[in-house]
């Protein structure tokens, strides 16, 4: 199998590893393709919170009812493990001061991996790369003066996107990243649901019965212009000219191949504490690897 796609599968569980919570529990997902265990994630903080207003930003310090931590743990599993063994914690933390700091640990075929990277609070501020060792890249991707300036890291995208549901029930929204190695967009959209069942009475009833569910498209957009430090086509970094020749160009490996994909879609749960997360179905060049509770 493409290793390059292993490799890439801790990025998911970096991407998927944002909770708000107000207590230290936890839910371990276990993630499976065509039936085969390839990894599994735990993720601390689960227990949603009363929600900031909508328009708040993650670089604003923490309010009462806020959390000000998250974290996950994550490793490959089954074959998977003898293609790439992987291994990592994830945290995105609120210091005193309001800036946001975003640690890796992690070992990747043996070798010891870090990231070290603190959001400062400021408007207009850009990340500041504080460690970085990486099996396969040398140095951090450098950070842009202009091009980074407001991004946040992946976990704080999850978080946001986690308290948007459980004020308003959508997660339509735009966020732009920076993680060590790659910026990206990450745009959020509600995707239509409704409860499965066919005519059968018995099937209605149970659907009508079933809690509340939410899902949301998870859609990656890599600029390749972005990468090779060209100037930014518009100042959130969303767009670019359709016509240029860097958007025909290979943004890089899974899930960054393509300049623009669909990654995954999210399922949240409502609970007696609000809406949590239930799934994940990512889409990957070998089938769906779809993440399911651990009972």
């Known amino acids: 199998m493409n290793r390059s796609f292993w490799g890439s599968f801790g990025f998911l569980l970096a991407l998927g590893s944002g909770f708000s919570a107000k207590a230290q529990d936890s839910d371990q997902f276990e993630f ?56 990592a914690t994830f945290h995105s933390t609120m210091q005193p001061n309001g800036n946001r700091t975003y640690r890796v640990i992690a070992v990747d075929a043996n070798v010891p991996e870090t990231r070290h990277i603190e959001f400062p609070i400021a408007a207009g501020s850009t990340p500041l790369v504080i460690d970085f060792s990486d099996r396969t890249q040398a140095q951090p991707l450098p950070v842009d003066p202009l091009l980074d300036q407001d991004r946040i890291d992946p976990l704080s995208v999850l978080q ?51 809690p509340p569910k939410i899902q949301c498209e998870i859609t990656l957009q890599t600029e390749t212009d972005h990468q090779t430090g060209f100037p930014e086509l518009e100042s959130a970094g969303l767009q670019a000219d359709a016509s240029s020749t860097n958007r025909r160009k290979s943004a890089g490996f899974w899930p960054f191949k393509k300049l623009e994909q669909t990654m995954m879609m999210i399922e949240f749960k409502q609970d007696s504490n609000g809406y949590r997360f239930a799934a994940f179905d990512i889409n990957s060049p070998f089938g769906t690897i779809k993440g399911r509770p651990v009972s």
């Not at 207003?53 to 959390?67: A, V």
């Not at 549901?165 to 239509?192: E, F, I, P």
Request: net charge positive.
């Open 32 to 87: 499976r393709l065509h039936g085969a265990r390839v990894g599994e994630v735990t993720f601390f903080n689960t227990t949603p919170v009363s929600p900031a207003p909508i328009e708040s930003d993650l670089r604003s310090p923490t309010t009462q009812g806020q959390i000000d931590a998250l974290s996950a743990s994550g490793k490959t599993r089954g074959m998977v493990h003898w293609f790439k063994n992987y291994a």
């Open 160 to 210: 946001k996107v986690l308290r948007q549901v459980n004020q308003v029930q959508t997660c339509d929204a735009v966020y732009r990243v920076y993680d060590g190695k790659r910026r990206y967009t990450v745009l959020t959209s509600n995707r239509a649901t409704g409860q499965r069942g066919n005519e059968d009475l018995i099937d209605a009833a149970a659907a009508r019965q079933a």
